[in-house]
């Protein structure tokens, strides 16, 4: 099975910007929701956002207005910007999408297809 693969994360000083892009396996004719996970040392994985096929999107509450989630939907690709990151951003960040197409997108909820991760760095 292919995954979907992160890239674009390292160290960023508070108040700093990263963008983070997946790459989603191919699947020409379908659509499925895509999103962001991340998981900080110690703590539960959160949901972040997500987006559908039309561009709607949902954000937890701990990164509105902060990053922004966007896909490129002829190159499978979903970006999730980051800007003035916290010390509390540091994580694992995760891309998912939703194992089956086709299928409505409610939020994070059927995003069950994972990524490796990425590290997201936050210091001063």
């Known amino acids: 099975q292919v995954l979907p693969f992160e890239s674009g994360g390292g160290s960023v000083q508070p108040g700093g910007s990263l963008r983070l892009s997946c790459e989603a396996p191919?699947?020409?004719?379908?659509?499925?929701?895509l999103g962001w996970f991340r998981q900080a040392p110690g703590k539960e994985r959160e949901a972040l956002a997500s987006?559908?096929?039309?561009?709607?999107?949902s954000y937890a509450d701990s990164i509105k207005r902060r990053f922004t989630i966007s896909r490129d939907n002829t190159k499978n690709n979903v970006v999730l910007q980051m800007t003035s990151l916290k010390l509390e951003d540091s994580a694992i960040y995760y891309c998912?999408?939703?194992?089956?197409?086709?299928?409505?997108?409610?939020?994070?909820?059927?995003?069950?297809?994972w990524g490796q991760g990425i590290l997201v760095t936050v210091s001063s």
């Open positions: 191919p699947d020409a004719g379908t659509s499925r929701c």
């Open positions: 987006i559908d096929a039309g561009g709607t999107v």
């Open positions: 998912a999408r939703d194992p089956q197409a086709d299928r409505e997108c409610r939020g994070t909820l059927f995003l069950e297809d």
